[in-house]
């Protein structure tokens, strides 16, 4: 609408209350656990009242941007590197409601943080590709007892069903020279029947 302004008593300023992008350069952390990382994310803001934006601070974007730098360092280094990479959402909306209860009186209010990257050091990566990789050895080692150990419950029960039946062991005999001709083509020795022997 009309908007009269007093020469020399009044001052305007214009204000835009549209959503404004801020990104976060990648900030150096420390997290919990004692892990150097780099994480950068962004925030989206906007102003719900243009006095408070105008009269409670100098310069709304600059200060909203710095809070939120300070704000994602400072809840970062609470967490641990497996919290981070496993709950960035959580993390983000954390970082959120910080940013929320600080900037209110500013008349700023945060809509969105999201975390864009984690950049973890070449040596860190390594260590943790090497933890994953013994992880996965350990876990393939624990399968194959646990499979060696039904094989030989297996076997046993065999070993109990054939000893009742002396015939039995006479025809898995053959039929285990039966795969050897199949897979080898080669000389088969029979030996005499097992009922000779006994």
Known sequence: GLVLILPCTDTFIKVDLR??????????????DAITIQVDGVVYYRIHSAVSAVANVTDVHLATFLLAQTTLR????????AQLLAGRE????SIQAVLNSATEQWGIKVARVEIKDVRIPV?????MAAEAEAAREAKAKIVAAEGEMNA?????????VLAESPAGLQLRYLQTLTTLAAENNSTIVFPLPINMLE
């Open 19 to 32: 959503t404004v992008t801020c990104n976060i350069p990648p900030q150096e952390i420390l997290t919990k």
């Open 74 to 81: 400072n809840v970062l280094g609470t967490q641990s590197l």
């Open 90 to 93: 959580e993390v983000a909306h």
């Open 123 to 127: 040596a860190m990566q390594r260590a």
């Open 152 to 160: 030989s419950k297996a076997l046993k029960q065999a070993s109990v």
